[in-house]
Nanobody
Framework: QVQLVESGGGLVQAGGSLRLSCAAS????????MGWFRQAPGKQRELVAA???????NYADSVKGRFAISRDNGRNTLYLQMNSLKPEDTAVYYC??????????????????WGQGTQVTVSS
């Protein structure tokens, strides 16, 4: 069992940056696959980025080159650095975790653990 708590969301102008954090409980954080999803009003939850326990990453095409996922296993924390933000990035961002690399990673229901989400709003 792992508990996830996101932070770092807020209101930012288009072109700006934010860094989201996800603090995880437990002593086995390094063994978990971790991911960031987002859900905009009226839309399905979608994968933003994921990182395996070994450090392999994948990204949604819409964020490649702008967002970077990283993990600090010593701090039990997952990050999402978001640059060049666009109004269409506005959503609630969720942290997700699983004991193994979910297949496929872009399906929310295959991820076992979820945080409560943090709102990101990008104004034009």
């Amino acid at each position: 069992q792992v508990q996830l708590v996101e932070s770092g969301g807020g209101l930012v102008q288009a072109g700006g940056s934010l860094r989201l954090s996800c603090a995880a409980s437990g002593s086995t954080f390094s063994s978990y696959a971790m991911g960031w999803f987002r859900q905009a009003p009226g839309k399905q939850r979608e994968l933003v980025a994921a990182v395996s326990s070994g450090g392999s990453t994948n990204y949604a095409d819409s964020v490649k080159g702008r967002f970077a996922i990283s993990r600090d296993n010593g701090r039990n924390t997952l990050y999402l650095q978001m640059n060049s933000l666009k109004p269409e990035d506005t959503a609630v961002y969720y942290c997700a975790a699983d004991h193994t690399w979910p297949r496929p990673t872009f399906i929310p229901t295959v991820w076992r653990y979820w945080g409560q989400g943090t709102q990101v709003t990008v104004s034009s």
